[in-house]
């Protein structure tokens, strides 16, 4: 993973320079997410690994399914991609590019697992803490993940805070061991 991450981060650094010029760090962010939703179908891993498709035939068919969903400069950096065989560091670019708006933006993206799904009121107070915490404004992304007993689990880049039962049990575990 962080061999991808390393090939993908001059795209991404690239595209966000470019974002950055022409002011247009939403369309980017709009774009890279239908191309690395694109690139994580199976049907589109199989087409992009299979040998006996040729980069041109592999170009039109990506630019078919993007039609209406890129434009003229995401039509370039896709066919940039084909030709350097790197369209399977498309998520990592999303990913990335995403990194570098919300750094730039002044905030951070938090993914959110939670045993039970909060109230309006205790959602707002969590950010709150978060925020504090955090010294940055969040954009919370929750999900329930029943599997954590109680508590929750937060990550925020490469910070991850575990409050939840399970990870307290597994660390119990491990200190009986």
């Known amino acids: 993973m962080s061999e991808l991450a390393t090939l993908a981060r001059p795209y991404s650094s690239a595209v966000f320079k470019r974002a950055k010029e022409t002011a247009s760090a939403a369309r980017w962010s709009e ?3 239908f191309l690395s939703a694109v690139m994580n179908s199976k049907e589109m891993s199989a087409l992009v690994d299979n040998p006996k498709v040729n980069k041109d ?3 039109d068919m990506l630019l078919d399914v993007g039609k209406g969903h890129i434009d003229n400069e995401g039509v370039n950096f896709l066919k940039l991609l084909v030709q350097n065989n790197r369209l399977a560091l498309l998520p990592d670019i999303a990913k990335l590019f995403e990194e570098q708006k919300a750094e730039d933006e002044g905030y951070i993206a ?3 697992l939670t045993a039970f799904a909060f109230t309006k009121e205790a959602q707002q ?3 709150a803490t978060l925020e504090k915490t955090l010294s940055k404004k969040v954009h919370m ?3 329930l ?7 929750v689990l937060v990550r925020a880049g490469d910070r991850v805070i575990d409050g939840s ?6 660390n119990l575990q491990k200190a009986l061991q």
């Open 31 to 33: 774009q890279l997410a």
């Open 110 to 112: 938090v993914e959110v």
């Open 125 to 127: 107070k969590f950010a």
């Open 141 to 143: 992304n929750v999900t």
């Open 165 to 170: 039962v399970r990870g307290q049990l597994q």
């Open 57 to 59: 035939r592999l170009t």
């Open 145 to 151: 993940d029943k599997s954590l007993i109680g508590g």
